[in-house]
């Protein structure tokens, strides 16, 4: 496992660094942390499991990233929060007990993408600009 520069969270796959681990901080339940998303994101996810079940450590990473929920189970995970969904994820999800969020593909890349241009800016003087154009998916 490699620790990020917040110690809270971490990667749970060394090699691809792509999903990472940390504490549902501020929410109590599946429904809560659902909730928080769609706020965050401004639109509503889909949220597989139950609204009531306990959160602890959350997993997650940005864009089609639904096949990776098997490594979220195996580090633990109480929920898993990605941008798409298939569907032998909703069943790895029901089987295992671990919540499943999707919140689209679009919408949970957008921040990062807006990141990344305003780090190209500032490091190398090259100005760009987002254009966000909603996607369902």
Same mark, same amino acid.
């Given at each position: 496992h490699v620790r990020s520069r917040r110690q809270r969270q971490m990667?749970?796959?060394?090699?691809?660094?792509?999903?990472?681990l940390g504490e549902a901080t501020g929410?109590?339940?599946?429904?809560?942390? #659902?909730?928080?998303? %769609?706020?965050?994101? #401004?639109?509503q996810p889909l949220v597989v499991g139950d609204p009531d079940q306990p959160m602890s450590r959350v997993a997650w990473c940005t864009g089609g990233?639904?096949?990776?929920?098997?490594?979220?189970?195996?580090?633990?995970?109480?929920a898993y929060?990605?941008?798409?969904?298939?569907?032998?994820?909703?069943?790895? %999800?029901?089987?295992?007990?671990? #919540?499943?969020?999707? %919140? #689209?593909?679009?919408a949970t890349e957008r921040f990062g993408?807006?990141?990344l241009g305003q780090a190209v800016a500032e490091?190398?003087?090259v100005k760009g600009e987002f254009v966000d154009i909603d996607n369902p998916a």
């Open positions: 990667c749970i796959r060394d090699r691809d660094n792509l999903v990472w929410v109590q339940t599946l429904g809560q942390l #659902g909730a928080r998303v %769609a706020e965050r994101l #401004g639109r990233a639904q096949g990776m929920l098997a490594d979220a189970v195996d580090a633990g995970a109480s929060i990605t941008g798409e969904v298939s569907e032998s994820t909703v069943h790895l %999800a029901r089987e295992t007990g671990v #919540g499943f969020i999707a %919140a #689209g593909h679009h993408a807006q990141a490091h190398f003087g």
